[in-house]
């Protein structure tokens, strides 16, 4: 893909293809995934949704320093914002559930079955 | 916009009047403030305007599903009255989270730029995550809020990538900039906004808990407490519709070829899995929450078969679907309150089975006949509004030449047909105890407008048409 306004990209992150943006951002979500399917611990559960928060982050800045957009930038500070107030909600959550089962595994929540 | 900022005003002045001893004045506050919201949100009517940097554009469309959100919210808050006497509950907290959720489904309603959405839908979901969980020492409602946290979060990372990899491929967050991208269907997509599309649809379709990403809602609807469980399976799902709705409409248009085929799929699932579950439940409770997963896939049906009925099937389904909700379970709340069946045990295990509905009738008739209109306008019976919905819904797959949905459609609401009944069998039928259930005068009233408005759209339909 060919950067749209050559003069206002610094000639760094021309260096490096789009693609391998991508690639790498693509990644990292996919290790976010993996991370919050296999692991049962739900603080390491949050930390993989985090990254996958990143990830898309990642992309969205240099998808907006190619195309020379301001746009992509002002999503990434939504997203920290939101994922803030997100990160203190599931904290506030965990500790409610360590408080009355004195663990944070997953694997314990079964009161609810079909 | 002027329902968005008297909401987050009077969210923050209900958490204000909080700190007062007497917790009398609360409701009838929250009342006053939503019903404030609502005459504001019709100053705008038959204009259309652009707010906050041509990020939201009211219109007579987003008007309509506005005054959907916020009377569902007026007769949810309204049932709330035990808040106002339980020493553990924090009643101002819980309405100011709710005044404050409403303003996410607002922005859903009417967002003109994808910025827009992604904030709307997480005003939406963190305030729901909190008041899943607001019933603190119960391990029910814990488990529900964490396992509703971990896959919202986890499906907002989805519907995030969906959004970025739109932008890569559009250069735009606005709706009309990606329809701009979108207008040349036979050049076909490229692959980056086909991915893109699929993903931010995946994150929407979680919302409304559409099948297969539905695995959330059984668990969460049955552990919330009984009055946020109607709170979320009326508000979420309607904003969430008129986000998919103006997404696919005015974006995506164009290219209905490429994604109505995965719609139309999703959609049969969602149904035959709704339907077929539900009538394998033997609460209550978890009935209603595979039944409103069931009704996502009605909706849906419109959204495959998006034309020119869409609009208007979705916005009366929807109510049709509200209120009806809120009816039953208004009258959920009172029987599993004062019968005691089986008593709470320690697991928090609620008096919410079918069994619990026994001989209602006899000794409330008045509770009855709600809950048994509310039940015949959920299953889609003439007279009763779902019945219409139903059938404009029905009209538009038909208009699309959709036949094998359609086929499906049916077949469904007739196993619906079976579990909403068994309540009525259980509630006219059977004998049960005894003792009548007291109905406080707030309850009466507001069980008998759902009622008579569900009725009233059953016998006349036409009163909703022509409005936007």
Redesign the interface.
């Known amino acids: 893909m060919q950067p749209t306004q050559d003069v206002l990209i610094p000639d760094v992150i021309q260096q490096i293809p789009l693609t391998y943006y991508l690639i790498l951002s693509t990644a990292l979500f996919v290790i976010g995934i993996i991370g919050v399917l296999t692991r049962r611990n739900a603080i390491i559960i949050f930390m993989s949704i985090e990254l996958m928060l990143n990830a898309v982050n990642l992309l969205l800045i240099a998808f907006s320093s190619y195309r020379s957009d301001s746009a992509g930038q002002v999503f990434v500070f939504f997203i920290m914002a939101v994922a803030a107030a997100e990160v203190s909600v599931g904290l506030a959550i965990i500790v409610m559930i360590y408080r009355n089962t004195r663990s944070i595994d997953v694997g314990l929540l079964n009161k609810l079955k079909w | 916009m002027l329902p968005i900022v008297l909401l987050s005003v009077s969210g923050i002045g209900l958490l204000f009047l909080g700190f007062q001893k007497s917790r009398t004045l609360l409701l009838p506050a929250a009342l006053l403030f939503l019903l404030v919201a609502l005459a504001a949100n019709f100053y705008d009517w038959n204009k259309t305007y652009l707010y906050f940097n041509d990020m939201l554009r009211t219109d007579n469309l987003s008007m309509v599903f506005t005054a959907i959100v916020l009377g569902s919210a007026f007769l949810v808050i309204a049932l709330s009255t035990r808040f106002i006497e339980d020493e553990e509950a924090q009643p101002a907290e819980y309405y100011g989270i709710i005044m404050f959720s409403l303003v996410g489904a607002i922005m859903m309603i009417s967002f003109e730029n994808?910025?827009m959405l992604?904030?709307g839908v997480?005003t939406l979901s963190?305030a729901m995550?909190?008041l899943t969980?607001s019933d603190?020492?119960n391990?029910?409602s814990?488990?529900?809020?964490?396992?509703y946290?971990?896959m919202g979060?986890?499906t907002?990372?989805?519907m995030?990538?969906g959004?970025?990899?739109l932008?890569?491929s559009t250069?735009?967050?606005t709706l009309e900039g990606i329809a701009a991208s979108t207008v040349n269907p036979q050049q076909g997509l490229s692959l980056l906004l086909y991915v893109g599309l699929l993903m931010l649809l995946i994150g929407l379709l979680f919302k409304v808990s559409a099948a297969p990403f539905h695995f959330w809602t059984?668990?969460v609807y049955?552990?919330a407490p009984t009055i946020f469980t109607a709170f979320m399976s009326t508000v979420v799902k309607t904003a969430g519709f008129a986000a998919l709705f103006k997404l696919l409409s005015i974006s995506f248009g164009g290219v209905y070829t490429f994604w109505w085929t995965i719609l139309a799929i999703i959609t049969a699932i969602t149904l035959v899995v709704g339907n077929v579950t539900a009538v394998?439940q033997n609460s209550f409770k978890r009935m209603m929450s595979y039944s409103s997963i069931s009704h996502a896939g009605y909706l849906l049906i419109g959204l495959a078969a998006l034309g020119a009925q869409t609009k208007q099937a979705i916005v009366f389904y929807s109510l049709a679907y509200s209120v009806a909700t809120i009816s039953a379970f208004g009258v959920l709340l009172l029987v599993a309150q004062q019968r005691s069946t089986q008593t709470l045990s320690s697991?928090?295990l609620a008096n919410e089975g079918f069994d619990d509905f026994n001989g209602l009738a006899r000794q409330n008739p008045l509770l009855g006949f709600a809950m048994a209109v509310s039940m015949l306008s959920l299953a889609g019976i003439p007279l009763t509004a779902g019945f219409w919905g139903k059938f404009y819904i029905f009209s538009t797959a038909v208009e699309r030449g959709q036949i094998w949905l359609l086929v499906v459609a049916v077949l469904m609401s007739a196993v619906g047909i079976y579990y909403y009944f068994r309540v009525i069998i259980a509630m006219y039928f059977r004998d049960g105890a005894t003792e009548p259930i007291r109905v406080s005068p707030v309850y009466r009233y507001i069980l008998l407008a759902a009622t008579i408005l569900t009725l009233v759209l059953g016998i006349a339909p036409g009163l909703l048409q022509g409005l936007f």
């Open positions: 994808l910025i992604f904030v997480e963190i995550y909190i969980g603190k020492r391990l029910r814990n488990e529900a809020a964490l396992k946290f971990l979060a986890f907002t990372g989805i995030l990538f959004m970025a990899l932008y890569g250069g735009s967050f059984p668990d049955d552990g394998y697991t928090g």
